[in-house]
């Protein structure tokens, strides 16, 4: 996408502590096999206002910030914590996005085991425009096809 520098130093920082919002999850909520129940959930939901709460206050971190706070977000707006839309998610929550649900959907987890592929790929299709920014899931997706991912 052509992102170099300062950005691209933000993103990677934004990634590493992207989830660092969890610390305030009891871990047997994290770590429960199996569906959460809608309580949980709402617990779960509140872990990206944790971490903007925690880092916003982190001058160096302003920029990357925007990752942890807003990589649950989605494309039509149905996302948390804030239920922003398009283009008002930071770019850079956009892509972490995409490798953030990569991730989850290719690795066991306590509560999903992996995904195969092809089936991790009709998902990224079906929810490019709604989860996913179009422009960044399409280009994710031609990296994939490429055998770059």
Known sequence: MGIQGEMLEDIRSGSILHDIGKISIPD???????????????????HPETAFKLLSRIPFLSKAVEIPYCHHEKWDGTG????????????????????????????????????PR????????????????????????????????
């Open 80 to 115: 948390y914590p804030r239920k922003l839309a398009g283009e008002q998610i930071p770019l850079s929550a956009r892509i972490f996005a995409v490798a953030d649900v990569w991730d989850a959907l290719s690795n066991d987890r306590s509560y999903n085991k992996a995904w």
């Open 28 to 46: 047997e909520i994290l770590h429960k096999p199996g569906k959460l129940t809608p309580e949980e959930r709402l617990i779960i939901e509140k």
């Open 118 to 149: 092809e089936q991790i790929i009709e998902y990224f299709i079906e929810q490019t425009g709604k989860h996913f920014d179009p422009v960044v899931a399409k280009l994710f997706l031609s990296m994939v096809e490429k055998g770059e991912i």
